[in-house]
């Protein structure tokens, strides 16, 4: 198995971060692992979070990309 790349993984999450589909993506995929085990499940519970709590994931938005450089 290859050793991971955390500059790569930290791009991708940058990416990730630059617009709500992607940070609904990385809301779905934390709640796949820790509580939903259906997709469609998991995706609506993130589509309510996000909604929900829209104006803290746009401040997130703005703040973690930076957080994330090396």
Known sequence: MSTLSQAKIRRNLKELFQDPEGM????????????FDDPKTALEEALKTFNGNRAYFLELQKKLPSRLDP
């Open 24 to 35: 609904v993506t990385l809301l779905t995929g934390a709640l796949m692992i820790s509580d």
